[in-house]
């Protein structure tokens, strides 16, 4: 008799492979060096089953995105065939921004759907006025970038080359985007292949395989928040926008079957690119109900089950559309699971630590080069923060963002750029019985006139200490003109930098817990 345990555990695996096929296929530095990608596999019903351990802010996405595209397809009568391939970024449909463009295909088994493979990937550049596309200025998503409605890319296994190539021409890197989604499209491919192998092996004990995984996740992720203190907690945090601080409030109600978050008293949605969709939300809610829970638990539609929440409509954190979304994708959904965490601190005073660095510190460059435009985008990590028992940790991507570092060899074999500085930024974390992480010194010169766009957060407020720990180091950046001019930065800005300026960018340390 084969083992649900088995069958289940071979899903995850197929998860993970897809990635392995996709990273390895990947043509920009941002899908194949920093691994800015995630995969999962669904039921015939698009709960989620199994994922790989990529990216949160996709992961937790997933669970809106595919129920979404399989709503919107049978809205309008729409069926999927066997070898079929959709396409889509707006973020109102696929739960993140426009600069991750999901791919989904069925996977189909003596004719008929038995499960769905899905993959995202953060592509660099899908158009708008900025490189990179994040626009720190937007005030509509229409100026962040092309978008893409669900659409198939692959129809019973023939690839639309003319839509292919209309994405692409929507870039200001048309073949890094043409080459990256191809190779999304093998990726699914593989979770097809795979997962049509499991049910040539095992038929329909693969459903009651997945019917236990996911049963089990449930029960084995209330076990984990069995010893919480049941009650009602709260938390409110901010994010800046100019000189405005937005209110980002949760109220986290723990029972006996789950946990429900409210996040009445967030601030209204803003013409800025703030805005988090409702998948981002959900994704960060999941992730820091999921991070305080500790110990291995199957991340399915099982754990999902017991994460509510509940969000305004036309507030920052579920907005109506037009309204920009790129940076809630990024700097919204960090705050976010800032605000979930220290609410469950209350409840799980043991396990959850000071606040992280709090910003993806994300940094946008492009210009025109002997070979045509190029767009080059990074997060850089930052300090966690102190937890119960151990200092934190240095220089790592925390929380939302769980891509590697950008080899600089890599970056200055691709783009105009040398590096000058990358460093831990010594003293940043937060004082406490337990120091928070300190956060990364990285600076570069331009080689050649380009554009630096930069979208980050934690300026004017540190990561927040725990239990009477101080907070991080602010975030700064300073752009030093090949002049001479030293200019001090905000959180958010576009500046044309010329040859041999050069940009020092210093993240935040992580807060401290407990008192010094």
């Known amino acids: 008799m084969v083992s649900w345990e088995l069958i289940y555990k071979a899903t995850v695996f197929i998860a993970e492979e897809m990635g392995a096929a996709l990273r390895r296929s990947a043509f920009s530095p941002n899908i194949r060096e920093r691994v800015d990608l995630s995969c999962a596999v669904a039921d015939l019903e698009g709960r989620i089953v199994a994922q790989a351990e990529h990216i949160p802010v996709h992961l937790g996405s997933f669970r809106v995105c595919v ?37 989904l295909s069925p996977v189909f088994h003596k004719g008929e759907v038995v499960a769905y493979v899905v993959n995202k990937a953060h592509h660099v550049d899908v158009g708008g006025p900025v490189p990179g ?7 509509t998503v229409y100026e962040e970038g092309f978008l893409i409605p669900p659409v198939k890319l692959v129809e019973r296994n023939v690839s639309n080359e003319d839509l292919l190539k209309l994405i692409a021409a929507n870039s200001k ?41 996911v049963s089990y996740g449930r029960t084995l992720s209330l076990k984990r928040m069995s010893d919480w203190k049941r009650g009602v907690y709260e938390a409110v945090d901010y994010l800046e926008l100019g000189e405005e601080d937005l209110t980002i409030k949760a109220r986290v109600d723990i029972g006996e079957d789950g946990v429900r978050v409210d996040f009445k008293g967030t601030s209204p949605q803003v013409e800025a690119p703030l805005n988090a969709v409702y998948g981002v939300t959900y994704a960060a809610t999941s992730y820091a109900v999921r991070a305080a829970m500790g110990g291995e638990v199957p991340t399915n539609e099982g754990f999902y089950s017991l994460v509510e929440i509940s969000v305004p409509e036309g507030s920052l954190l579920n907005p109506r559309k037009p309204a920009p979304v790129s940076g809630g994708n990024l700097e919204t959904s960090q705050r976010v699971v800032d605000v979930v965490l220290k609410a469950l601190a209350e409840a799980v005073a043991d ?20 070979t045509g435009y190029w767009a080059y985008y990074e997060t850089v990590g930052g300090g966690t923060g102190g937890r119960p028992g151990r200092d934190g940790v240095s220089g790592v991507h925390v929380n939302m963002t769980n891509t590697l570092n950008t080899p600089i060899e890599v970056v200055e074999r691709s783009y105009p750029i040398l590096f000058t500085g990358y460093a831990i930024r010594s003293g940043s974390g937060g004082c406490g019985r337990y120091r928070g992480g300190d956060g990364i010194v990285r600076s570069f010169k331009a080689l050649k006139p380009c554009t630096l766009s930069v979208l980050t957060d934690r300026f004017r407020r540190g990561p927040y200490g725990l239990w009477g720990g101080s907070p991080g180091a602010p975030a ?26 050069e940009v020092i960018v210093e993240t935040p340390g992580g807060g401290g817990w407990g008192p010094p």
Not at 133 to 139: D, Q
Not at 483 to 500: A, D, Q, T
């Open 173 to 213: 890197t048309p073949h890094v985007v043409e080459r990256d989604l191809q190779a999304q499209v093998a990726a699914v491919g593989v979770g097809v292949r795979k997962v049509l192998e499991l049910f040539e092996r095992f038929g329909g004990k693969v459903f009651e395989a997945w019917s236990e995984a």
């Open 476 to 501: 700064r950046v300073v752009v030093k003109k090949s002049g001479g001019r030293v200019m001090e930065m905000p959180s958010k800005f576009i500046l044309n930098l010329e040859e041999g300026d």
């Open 67 to 103: 129920f979404n595209l399989l709503n919107w397809l049978k809205e309008r009568g729409l069926e999927l065939e066997d070898g079929d391939v959709i396409v889509v970024n707006d973020p109102y449909l696929s739960g993140t921004h426009l600069n991750d463009i999901a791919v």
């Open 351 to 370: 396990r959850v630590p000071a606040a992280g660095s709090g910003t993806m510190m994300n940094i946008m460059l492009g210009g025109v080069g002997e």
């Open 133 to 139: 596309s994040i626009n720190p200025l937007a005030k």
